[in-house]
């Protein structure tokens, strides 16, 4: 096939042909495909920056908020499973174990985030908010741009996934009508072929 006529059936879907048997079921179907890029070439980046800054911006409270905890060492009292595909540290993850510590002249122990593979007796960092609760380790700076990244991601993924399935849901809705259009034409057209025949 040639770029000419892939141009012409390109054109003819959008309606340039001026074909007069093309129906408007024809004609928005051939838009939807144009129109579901232009509106994500559209609402993309107004997403993504929308989400992006609504993300960042619970990022900074969350980091304004751990300014104020303090931090303790802490001994693990049994020993974290590690990762079943160690990868220099590139694959860990954190779990919760037993430990110890002592805080504001009180020792205590009660189950905090450790990373997988840490042995018992291990001296670990706990995180302690004014009230002496266990928090997870404080968001680094590495953290939050994944956070910012990950959400705008999933925003652009389910922007494609909803454009698409709308663009489906149209494309069936509009085969139905055509459908229904074919049956009422040939009605109307099929008892004066069968009087000639």
């Known amino acids: ?57 619970g990022n900074v409270a969350a980091q304004q908020a751990e300014r104020s905890w303090h931090e303790a060492s802490a001994v693990v009292l049994e020993p974290v499973p590690g990762p079943l595909m160690p990868d220099n540290g590139a694959n860990s993850w954190l779990t919760s174990a037993p430990a110890r ?55 652009l993924a389910a922007m494609v996934i909803l454009l698409t399935a709308l663009a489906l849901v149209t494309r069936w809705v509009l085969d139905r009508r055509r459908l229904a259009g074919w049956e009422a034409d040939w009605l109307a057209v099929g008892p004066q072929w069968s009087r000639h025949g």
């Open 1 to 57: 096939m040639t770029a000419t006529t892939m141009w012409t059936r390109f054109t003819g879907r959008l309606g340039f042909d001026h074909n007069p048997l093309r129906r408007r079921a024809d004609l928005i179907e051939g838009w939807l495909l144009p129109g579901a890029i232009a509106a994500f070439l559209v609402l993309a980046p107004l997403a993504a920056t929308g989400v992006g800054l609504w993300v960042h911006s």
């Open 101 to 155: 510590w002592t805080s504001g002249g009180r020792t205590r122990v009660a189950d905090i985030p450790v990373a997988a593979g840490t042995s018992e007796g291990a001296v670990v960092p706990v995180w302690l908010n004014r009230a002496g609760t266990v928090q997870l380790p404080p968001l680094t700076p590495g953290g939050a741009r994944n956070r910012v990244a990950v959400a705008v991601l999933f925003t």
